[in-house]
């Protein structure tokens, strides 16, 4: 167990409609991150927030959005859901900022949202 | 941009045998970090082993070690002794030092156990 929890473990919806993952960090943790698992794009880094800010975007599309809340669990929203949004999508968590010359900043993935639009 | 490659997509093992999983990247940088993520069928990433692209010694966590080639960006997993809770599919990746944290992944590897 990596300490970072994800709900709901799996999500059934249909095309247009919106949800909402929610991810909780490892104590202590200030940053998270999401990524996206699907077949055809491998994993790709969505966005990644820390103590509260946006700090780096990836290839996440504009109907796809994020937060990251006082208390640091963060919520991935996705909109207007199309057929090829069906994937696996994990939240991790680390401690803080990779600085340059620093220390490893290694992050830890929680047990993913199964998404499957219909 | 950064890219990982890990051009086996399966391999198989004998149990108690030792295997090698191949990984290269590409990266004009020159301080960075790598990784092995190891994903069984529950689908929980779990992290393998790190190397700091800084440190010469190759880093090695009980029957997991790494070859680490900083010339020719090649980081390889050996897995000694191999078990039947091995099997899973096995991520390579990388993290800049500088520019953000965000981890690059290669397509990954199957690996089989066979008894």
């Known amino acids: 167990d990596s300490g970072v929890t994800q709900t709901p473990k799996h999500l059934i919806t249909a095309t247009g409609q919106r949800v909402t993952l929610r991810c909780s960090p490892r104590?202590?943790?200030?940053?998270v991150y999401w990524y996206q698992q699907s077949l055809d794009q491998g994993l790709q880094f969505l966005i990644q927030?820390?103590?509260?800010?946006?700090?780096a975007k990836g290839n996440i599309l504009e109907r796809f959005s994020a937060q990251q809340f006082p208390d640091l669990h963060s919520e991935l929203n996705l909109s207007s859901l199309e057929l090829g949004d069906s994937a696996l999508y994990f939240c991790?968590?680390?401690?803080?900022?990779?600085?340059?010359?620093?220390?490893?900043?290694?992050?830890?993935f929680g047990p993913g949202t199964r998404l499957t639009v219909l | 941009a950064q890219t990982v490659t890990q051009s086996q997509p399966e391999m198989s093992v004998q149990e108690a045998e030792t295997v090698t999983l191949s990984c290269t990247y590409d990266?004009?940088?020159?301080?960075?970090?790598l990784f092995w993520y190891k994903q069984p069928p529950s689908r929980q990433m779990i992290l393998v082993i790190r190397?700091?692209?800084?440190?010469?010694q190759n880093a090695t966590e009980n029957r997991f070690s790494v070859n680490f080639q900083k010339a020719a960006k090649s980081f390889s997993l050996k897995i000694s002794d191999s078990q039947l809770g091995d099997a899973a599919m096995y991520f390579c990746?990388?993290?800049?030092?500088?520019?953000?944290?965000?981890?690059?992944f290669g397509a990954g590897t199957i690996l089989r156990v066979k008894s």
């Open positions: 991790a968590s680390s401690p803080g900022l990779a600085l340059p010359g620093g220390p490893t900043d290694t992050q830890y």
């Open positions: 104590s202590g943790d200030l940053s």
């Open positions: 927030y820390y103590n509260g800010e946006e700090r």
């Open positions: 990266t004009s940088e020159s301080d960075y970090y």
């Open positions: 190397q700091e692209a800084y440190k010469q």
């Open positions: 990746a990388y993290r800049s030092a500088e520019y953000g944290n965000k981890l690059v």
